[in-house]
């Protein structure tokens, strides 16, 4: 199969071109002048499909980094399942996620990671890569982390918060980071201080504060830059990389800042929930159906932040300096009724999550429209980072010769109203960004050379997606 998409504007990261894209099976062939003959040979009249790209943007797919595809989590399971999360991320013009392999307290991580694939073999309708969580570090797990870097896992995440379930302590941390810096792999950290938020919460609902507003106010940012701190201190002690993931407070973004300054391997990731949706919007938050429990449709962690405190104002301003490196979503799906609503007189037993992994495109695009970031900036933070961060630069992340034909056909005058009844095609019964409008569309999406989304259709099938088998990070000596 020769798919030639002719007339486009290609943007990779490094800067903009008009150009024919020449697509040969599952790879980019060539990457041509518009209407280029190869020593004489026709192009256009030797392909399988011709796609006219003129006024479109042709990009690398989306690589969203940080997803939980039907992950166990708050007494019941992330909504999306790998068939339709992956999917739904087609549709929003990302032709990779990596997700994360769940290790609980007491599991063995080898055992996770062959379940994880497992669940996925077969399910996904683009590429999938895995990290791997730990919580207890016990002597298996750190033997599992040379084991999972053979297998293509070269990331693994760690959490501060959420004792009980997923938090290691500052010992276990150490020794995970201990490997790491041993084996070439990434630490990724959530890092929010887990005592600190539970004695808040704790405090909130015996004083009868049980809103779900009141989870954003038990988590707060000072909670959110100690954590930072505390991690980037280990790693700095051990010499492990640290990438931080969803990175809301502009306090955290410092730390990160400071330690970048001072030339250590620290990254940060935030999310398009912290550049578009802030803690004001969910006090206000109130509905005929679910009064003011409505708040809970924008419960994650790390929580939304204060609008006027300036975090979301800060979050752009560093995805521009590259103080913040990349954009995934943390997609964790849950419907309000059934999931949601188990907290609907407790805040505390709201499943934490937002999905997102169908619009993070989007939304990034529009940043390019109201001038928040550049048209390049929006290729590197979505998908050429991701690819270099987590050992698949060259292969993904890129428009180039040789790269696989993951490629996006962007629309700039095109249109996007984000909806559940009107584009969403995520597992869940509400959209965190009802209402918003997009200037600009998907229009074409290319899997490995594949079509699997044209001109709002859907040509995929599950099992399309393959697993990929990472390098390390190439941000990495
Ligand atoms: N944060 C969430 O909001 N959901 C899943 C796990 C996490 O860290
Ligand atoms: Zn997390
Ligand atoms: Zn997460």
Redesign the pocket.
Known sequence: MKTLIKNGTVVNSTGTATADVLIDGEKIAAVLAPGSTLLGFDIERNVDTVIDAAGKYVIPGGIDA?T?MQMPFGGTEASDTFETGTRAAAWGGTTSIVD?VVQYAGENVLDQYHHWQEKARGECAIDYGFHQILSDVQDSSLVAMDELVNEGVSSFKLFMAYKGVFLSDDGQIVKAMQKAAGNGSMIMMHAENGSVIDLLVQQAVAAGNTTPYYHGLTRPWQAEEEATHRAIMLADLTGAPLYV??VSAKQAVEQIMIARDRGQNVFGETCPQYLYLSLEDQLGAQSEEWGDFEGAKWVCSTPLRSKAEGHQHHMWQSLRTNDIQMVST?H?PFCMKGQKDMGLTDFSKIPNGIGSVEHRMDLLFQGVVDKQISLERWVEVTSTTPARMFGMYGTKGVIQPGADGDVVVYDPQGHTSIGVEKTHHMNMDYSAYEGFEIDGHVDTVLSRGKVVIDNNRYLGAKGDGKYIKRGLSQYLI
Do not use: E, M, S
Request: hydrophobic share 30%.
């Open positions: 940080h939980h994360f993931v969803h943390d964790c």
